[in-house]
């Protein structure tokens, strides 16, 4: 069965960081490309960053650029996504997705989904 699993999430104060893994069963990640997505209560689903199959490309939401870190160890066979400096705005629920080789901004896109693991950042 093929499967992804999303754990490292918590309640952190502002300022905080978090290291949220992504971790596959039933298949190797090696050949797909790997997206974060967040959605916060009462609002809809965004993406949150990506890196590609071979680790040389990444992107980030604009809302997270200089403190968020996507990363892939394929050995692993999971993708981590290193969060500092976190704010209020950075809570909900975090989840990791998989598709072809390249990243897309586009949810449909993405074949396979984790159930998710929750962020809170609270003072």
């Excluded at 893994?21 to 039933?26: E, L, P, R, T, W």
């Excluded at 066979?77 to 897309?104: E, I, W």
């Amino acid at each position: 069965q093929l499967q992804l699993v999303e754990s490292g999430g918590g309640l952190v104060q502002p300022g905080g960081s978090l290291r949220l893994s992504c971790a596959a069963s039933g298949f190797t990640l090696d050949y797909y490309a790997i997206g974060w997505f967040r959605q916060a209560p009462g609002k809809e689903r965004e993406g949150v960053s990506c890196i590609s199959s071979s680790g040389g490309s990444t992107n980030y939401a604009d809302s997270v650029k200089g403190r968020f870190t996507i990363s892939r160890d394929n050995a692993k066979n999971t993708v981590y996504l290193q969060m500092n400096g976190l704010k209020p705005d950075d809570t909900g629920n975090y989840y990791c997705a998989a598709r072809g080789r390249f990243c897309s901004d586009y949810e449909n896109e993405y074949d396979y989904w984790g159930q998710g693991t929750q962020v809170t950042v609270v003072s």
